[in-house]
Every structure is written in structure tokens, then in C-alpha cells.
């Protein structure tokens, strides 16, 4: 029989270890899954891993990782601010699509203008978008007390409705022959997010992505804020005893994350995707959960999960083309991770010991 | 636009269509967080009932068996939140999340065969005598069985947690569960069960959608149906009379969509799809005033040695 008892503090050890099991084991796990989907396991895992990273057209796949990983980090950031003060946001996904459509919305009514302070106006527009659109689970949690986890998840399906009335509708690409989806920004030099070294995948948001992870790095460690975060997640009530106003913590945790959604979502539409169109969202707002969790709500941590994550969106990519691996089972591998990270988290508070049966 | 096209016989059937996911969903839920556990993966649990229903049905050729498998799925799912939260003790807002990533991953690789086919229909049962009476007996008793399930099944709900001990118990379980604990109750298999309980409804609203409602198999076909039965608990207060009506509110107001559409309001589609959606927010808005019948225990873990 095996019983469990309570540490008196959280190893530091298995703080570090877990993430690294939770991988090890979803590997394992997601082995099997390919196996009985009838793939070589050893092959698909190596192909999702190693390839994007080391095989000989690497060049091609290490940008993509940038690319990829961007985003992911930069939402994380955002709601592992709000995570671990017990502030679920969980609509990124919708600040994300909305700060994309403000952004776009800038750019385009001034194209054809070329001027060079049209990409930092855009850059506002999309933060101030994702901002406002978490502004209102936030207004109503601190008004009305309303729950911030459902408020947030049903704006995403309202900004899915906005994004795709804005691609058929207000946004549409007059010279599209019809087609729904808006002007492409790529060939819009003042509004482009252009490659910052031409073939490195490095561009403006991968640039804002190490700024968030800088930044929340200092806020928690350094700053009353971040104290206020910590300390409202790990003991409510002394939090309140200390002074710390909730009303305050919610609008400023939702609003940064909403924010940094946006600009996620900015730079996305600005550069890599370039087209505002009814599935523009990749469901990065939903994954970025997981890295926020793979990488235990800590900023470098969140950095290396968000590289971790990306590479299986790349390596999947691969696997899907070369091995016929469907993307569903990327999407299930993705999923398995949280899964298995939330399972041995409970090393980390707690032993696990063995017991006798014992007289009572 | 032409208003007159809605039939109102039509209309309000179709509304109790729409609304039976939506129930069942929801009493499900109602039963887990009354016992004190916040299940936020229903939507995972549909979506992979609904194929799961779907698979079965389309492979055996017999609706009836679809829907015990989606009941089955859903609760075999749930069962891995279970896992998680009761024994490795797992916060449950970030399980439930996993659990509707994982749920809505699992549901688009099993339903990969399975677009575009036409699942076997299900038999329509028509009261006899009643389905006879003018405008009534089209909208109440021209309806598969599985409407008339979702109403009996509101019932046992409210009769078993208000009168029966093992309502007490699970009620007990909810709002105390040191106390229940310490009255020799079982709290994590207590727990369990329930899990279990919201597993299979949610499981069996889905299919619901995936066999009757629509009746075809398209990933991600939930469209966050099982976040407003989420909704659905919290405006119910946790009572199942009120989460009844409820869904039959948010059914209503899907079909009347859907009709508006259908009949060329000069309104955008997008603008009348996000409708529920946004009716949802002012409903939990409106009824997060009365926090008093929230489960006391509700999102929180038990371990006995604390």
C-alpha cells in the first residue's frame, strides 16, 4: 500500500526533476500511441525531436522553432503571472486573435502609406486589443465577482465569430478576387515583421518573447508586485492580512497576460501568417497553458518549455509529412504532457512511502 | 427577411433538441460539484463521447449501443481526472484543462475515418395518443427517447441528492469533507464516483450531438458546449430544476439563432453565431451575486492526513 506524506516544504530537487520525468514519460506514452497507429515509435519520436534540431536540413527547421516558440513564450509569460496567484485566465487564444485583428486593422487603414511609425502603432494597437479584451473578465471578476476561468473561454468563441466576420467582411482584401482573408501584410514593408538577420527566424516577436521572460523574471524576484503574486497564490489570507488589494492583482494579472496575448498575436499576423483569415488562430493560446505548466509558472523555465513545445509543433510537422503521422496525434502527445506533469507534480509536496498494514 | 418561416412547432421541438446536451451535461457536473469537485474537462469528455457514441454506432450499425459507449468513453475519461486530482492530489482547474486538451487531441485522432459518413438514424419515439394533440404533441412527445432520459435523469438527481442518504452523503462530502471524513465517510471514493457520474453524462450529451442533433462526426463539433454547461451549474445554483431550465433557456436561444439565420435577419451570421456565447457572460454575470449556494468544499483537495 502506498501512502503519502506531506513535506514540510517542496523538494527543490523534484521542483526541477518533474518537468523532465513528465517528458520522459509522455515519450514513452506517446511511443506506444505511434506504435498503435502502426509507426515505427523509435523513428517518430526521433523525427519529432532530433530532426528539426540536427538532421542535414536543420537550416531549414531551426527558424521555424523561433517562429514557432514565440508565441507560445510570450502567452505563457502572461498567464503564469495570473497562475500563480490563482487568476485563471484561460482565453488567450481570444486576446491573441483580437490583438492580431487591431494590429491588422492599423495597418491596413494606412496601406498604401509607407511611414515608419506605422509597425510601433501597430504593435500598440495589438497590445491595447489583447489588453481590453481581458480587461473584461477582469472588470466583471472584480465588479461582479464573476467567474474569470468561464468569462474568458466563451470571449474566445466570440473573438473566433469577430476574426471571421473581419476576413469576410471589414478586413477583406478588396483586390482578393473575393477570396475571404485580408491583404497580406508580408508585402507591406512599413507594416512587415520582417526577419530581424534574414534566415534565422529571429523577428520582432521572438525579440518581445526574451524581453516578457526578462521582464517577469525581475517582476517576481525583485519587485513588490511579483511578491504580491507569489504571496497571494501560496497563502490567500496573509496576502489580504498584508494589505494586498485582489481587485488590483486580478486587473493587473489579466491585463498583462491579455496584453502579451495580443502582441503574440500582432506579431504573428504582422509576419509569419501575414493574412488575417478565419482559422489565422493556430491554438497557441490553448497550448501555451501547457508550456506555462511545463515550465512550473517560472520565467526561464517557461522559455525552455516554450522551445520544448515548439519543437513538437516543427517535429510533428515533419512526422506528418514523412511518416504519415496524423496531427491529431501531435495534438494528443501535447495534451499527454500536461497530463503526465500534473501527475508527478505530486512529488514535489509530497513522499511517497510505503506502508504496513498497521493496527488502529 | 422572412419571419414568418420560423414554425413555431418547429422551433420550440428543435429546442428541446438542442437543449438535451446541454442537460445533461450540466446535471452531471451539478452532481460532481456538489460533491465538492470542480470538473472543468466536460468539454473534453463530450467531444470524445460524441466520437466515441459516433464509432461505435457507425461500426455496430445501433445507435442505442453508441450511446453506452459515449457514456462509457466519457466516464472512462473521467476517470483519469479522477487520477489525478482525488489521488495524486493535482490542483483541478489545471487537470480539468488537461483534461479537455487531451479529450479534444484523443476525440480528432480517433475520428479521423469518420468524416462525412452518415451515422445509423435513431428511432423516433412517439408517444402514442399524446403526439397526437394539436401544436403540444408536436413539440413535447415527438422526440427521441433521449430527451425524455435527460428529463427523467434531472429528476433522480434532484430526488436522490434532496431525500435519499446517498445524497446526504455526497452533499456532506461537498460542503465538508474533513467532517465528512472524520464521520467515517469516504471521501475520495465518494468522489470518485461522482467523477464517474458527470463522465457518462457528459459523455452521453455528446453523442447526443454527434448521433442526433447533427447527426455526423466534424473535430472540435462541441464548439464549447461543455463550457456553457459549465455556465449552466453556476446559474442553477446547483439545483438540477433550475439547471433544467436552464438548458432548455440556452437551447432556446441556439435554435432561435439558428432560425434568425436561416430566415435572413439582416444581421451578420457571425454576429448572431456568438449569441450564446455572449448570453452566457450576462447570465453568469447576473447570477454571480449569490455566491451563498456554492458547494463550501468546491475546487478543494482532501488528503486524510492533513
Sequence with gaps: MLRLEKRPQPSRLWTYLTPVLAVVLTMLCGGLLFSFLGKDPVLAIRTIFWEPLFSEFAFYYRPQLLVKGAPLVLIAIGLSLGFKAGIWNIGAEGQYIIGALCGAGVALAFYPMEAAFIFPLMVLAGGLGGWAWAMIPAFLKVRFGTNEILVSLMLVYVAEQLLASMSLGLLKNPQGFGFPGSRNLQQYPSAHNAELIAGTGMHWGVVAALIAVIFAYVLLNRHMQGFYIRLTGDAPRAARFAGVSPTRLVLFCLGVSGALAGLAGLFEVAGPSGVVSIDFNAGYGFTAIIVAFLGRLHPVGILMAGGLMALTYVGGDIAQSKLGLPKAAIQLFQGMLLFFLLAVDLTTNYRIRLRRKEAS | ?306
Design chain 2, 1 to 306: 427577411m422572412d419571419l414568418s418561416a420560423i414554425n413555431p412547432t418547429l422551433l420550440l421541438a428543435s429546442l428541446m433538441v438542442a437543449a438535451t446536451p446541454l442537460l445533461l451535461a450540466a446535471i452531471g457536473e451539478l452532481v460532481v460539484e456538489r460533491a465538492g469537485v470542480l470538473n472543468l474537462g466536460v468539454e473534453g469528455m463530450m467531444i470524445t463521447g460524441a466520437i466515441c457514441g459516433f464509432a461505435i454506432a457507425v461500426n455496430t450499425g445501433s445507435p442505442i449501443l453508441g450511446l453506452v459507449a459515449a457514456a462509457l468513453g466519457g466516464a472512462v475519461l473521467s476517470l483519469l481526472f479522477a487520477a489525478l486530482t482525488q489521488y495524486a492530489l493535482a490542483n483541478q482547474v489545471a487537470s480539468g484543462l488537461a483534461l479537455t486538451l487531451f479529450g479534444l487531441g484523443l476525440s480528432a485522432l480517433i475520428g479521423q475515418g469518420y468524416q462525412g459518413i452518415k451515422p445509423p438514424s435513431f428511432p423516433k419515439a412517439d408517444i402514442p395518443l399524446l403526439s397526437d394533440i394539436p401544436f403540444l404533441g408536436g413539440v413535447l412527445f415527438r422526440h427521441d427517447f433521449v430527451v425524455y432520459l435527460a428529463i427523467a435523469l434531472t429528476a433522480v438527481v434532484w430526488w436522490v441528492l434532496k431525500y435519499s442518504r446517498i445524497g446526504l452523503v455526497l452533499r456532506a462530502v461537498g460542503e465538508n469533507h474533513d467532517a465528512a471524513h472524520a464521520l467515517g465517510y469516504k471521501v475520495v471514493r465518494i468522489r470518485v464516483a461522482a467523477i464517474c457520474f458527470g463522465g457518462a453524462c457528459a459523455g452521453l450529451g455528446g453523442a447526443y450531438i454527434s448521433l442526433i442533433r447533427v447527426p455526423q462526426w466534424t473535430e472540435g463539433m462541441t464548439a464549447g458546449i461543455g463550457w456553457i454547461a459549465l455556465a449552466l451549474v453556476v446559474f442553477a445554483s446547483w439545483k438540477p430544476w433550475r439547471a433544467m431550465l436552464g438548458a432548455y433557456l440556452f437551447g432556446g436561444i441556439t435554435v432561435l439563432q439558428l432560425n434568425l439565420q436561416a430566415a435572413g435577419v439582416a444581421i451578420p451570421v457571425e454576429y448572431l453565431a456568438m449569441s450564446p456565447y455572449l448570453i452566457t457572460i450576462i447570465v453568469l454575470v447576473i447570477m454571480s451575486a449569490d455566491k451563498s449556494r456554492a458547494p463550501a468544499a468546491l475546487g478543494r483537495s482532501f488528503h486524510a492526513s492533513q
